[in-house]
C-alpha cells in the first residue's frame, strides 16, 4: 500500500511541481508588472503545495528521504506528472491556456481529495483549494479577455488552446496504483471528473468567444514517466544545484 501511496501522491504533486517552474521561466517576461507578480505568485502556490506532498512522501518512505530528495533527485521517468504541464511557454497565449485547462482540473481534484480517507492528503487539499480557487479566476479572466479582445489575442489563444487540447485526456488516466488507492477510499477516481471538466472548460471557451477542439486523438505517457522531448531540458534546469552540490547545506 506505501508504494501505491506513494506513486498516486506523485501523480498529483509532480503536475504542481513542474508547472510550477514552468511559470517560474515566466518571472520578469509578463506583458505587465501586475499580471507577471499574479503568474510568479501562482508558481509560488504551487510549490508551497508541493512542498507538503513531498514532506508526506519523504515520511512514507523513511530513512534519509526528504522533500528536497524527493523533488529534485529523480531520474526523468520517475516523474508521474501529465505531458501538458512540461508543454513551453510559446507565448502568452500559449502559458494562459496551459495554466486554464489545468486549473479546471485541478480544482475538482482538490474539492474531492478534501473527503479522502488519508488525513493528510484530505489537509493539503483543504488547504490548498483557496489558492486553486484565485488561479481558476486569473486564468479564466484571461481566456475571456483574450478571446473577446482583439482579432489577434483571438487568434493567438485559440491557436494554443488547439495544441494543448491534445493533452486534457490524460488528465484523467489512472495508473494501477491510482486504481488501488482510489479503491482503498484514498485517491480520488478521476473519470468521474470528465465530463463536468469539458462542460466547465467549454462553457468558458463560449464566453470568450472561441471554438472548443473536436478532436478525437490525444497524447499520453506522462503519468507513467514518457515524457516529452521537454521534460529534460525543465529537469536540468531545476536540478542543476542539487545534482553538482551534493548535500549541501544553506
Not at 506513486?7 to 513542474?18: F, M, R
Not at 517576461?29 to 510568479?40: M, Q, R, V, W, Y
Not at 529534485?72 to 507565448?91: A, G, I, S
Not at 489512472?174 to 472548460?201: F, M, P, R
Request: glycine share 6%.
Amino acid at each position: 500500500m506505501n508504494r501505491d501511496l506513494i506513486q498516486y501522491i506523485l501523480g498529483v504533486a509532480d503536475n504542481s511541481l513542474i508547472l510550477g517552474q514552468r511559470l517560474g521561466e515566466l518571472c520578469g517576461h509578463g506583458p505587465s508588472i501586475e499580471t507577471d507578480i499574479a503568474l510568479t505568485n501562482i508558481s509560488l502556490d504551487l510549490l508551497g503545495q508541493v512542498r507538503s506532498y513531498y514532506q508526506y512522501i519523504a515520511k512514507l518512505q523513511g530513512g534519509d528521504a526528504t522533500e528536497d530528495t524527493v523533488a529534485f533527485l529523480r531520474l526523468e521517468n520517475e516523474y508521474k506528472n501529465v505531458l501538458l504541464v512540461e508543454q513551453p511557454n510559446t507565448d502568452f497565449g500559449y502559458s494562459l491556456a496551459r495554466q486554464f485547462l489545468f486549473d479546471i482540473f485541478h480544482l475538482a481534484l482538490l474539492e474531492e481529495l478534501q473527503k479522502s480517507n488519508d488525513e493528510m492528503l484530505a489537509a493539503i487539499a483543504q488547504k490548498s483549494i483557496k489558492e486553486v480557487l484565485y488561479h481558476v479566476r486569473f486564468s479564466s479572466d484571461w481566456i475571456r479577455r483574450l478571446g473577446d479582445g482583439t482579432e489577434e489575442s483571438h487568434e493567438r489563444i485559440q491557436t494554443a488552446i488547439n495544441a494543448l487540447w491534445i493533452y486534457t485526456d490524460e488528465l484523467f488516466h489512472q495508473t494501477e496504483a491510482d486504481k488501488n488507492i482510489v479503491a482503498a477510499g484514498i485517491g480520488v477516481d478521476v473519470t468521474k471528473l470528465k465530463a463536468a471538466y469539458y462542460q466547465k472548460v467549454s462553457a468558458v471557451l463560449e464566453e470568450a468567444t472561441l471554438q472548443t477542439p473536436q478532436i478525437e486523438y490525444f497524447q499520453k505517457g506522462g503519468k507513467l514517466g514518457l515524457h516529452s522531448e521537454y521534460m529534460g531540458y525543465i529537469l536540468t534546469e531545476m536540478q542543476y544545484m542539487q545534482r553538482t552540490y551534493p548535500n549541501m547545506n544553506w
